[in-house]
């Protein structure tokens, strides 16, 4: 059993950054895939981005290419995303994800991951 706890929530202006980190315990770290989903108030849980498991493939949602970034220490059972110039658009609770070990199929959506943290919130005030 996977578990997952999220920090570096808060919140920021518009323009600024944040750094969530999600540490994992009681796995092979490096054998999951990590993704981060995202959920504002009233609205479907959304994919923000993925990091895979041996090769570190990442898959970016549209709105987070170019502002998002995503990395892991594996030394450490971290994984890390890196927010910049956020959006008040961007605020909501940022969950974090692991997939089965070995996961090879589809990281995009939720159903490919066995694993979630409890979530952080993040609010970015205009």
């Known amino acids: 059993q996977v578990q997952l706890v999220e920090s570096g929530g808060g919140l920021v202006q518009a323009g600024g950054s944040l750094r969530l980190s999600c540490v994992a315990s009681?796995?092979?770290?490096?054998?999951?895939?990590m993704g981060w989903f995202r959920q504002a108030p009233g609205k479907e849980q959304e994919f923000v981005v993925a990091l895979t498991w041996g090769t570190g493939r990442t898959y970016y949602s549209d709105f987070a290419k170019g502002r998002f970034g995503i990395s892991r220490d594996n030394e450490k059972n971290t994984v890390f995303l890196q927010m910049n110039s956020l959006k008040p658009e961007d605020t909501g609770v940022y969950s974090c994800a692991a997939a089965r070990p070995w996961y090879n199929g589809d990281v995009v959506t939720p159903s490919g991951y066995a694993y979630w943290g409890q979530g952080t919130q993040v609010n970015v005030s205009s």
């Open positions: 009681g796995g092979d770290f490096r054998s999951h895939t």
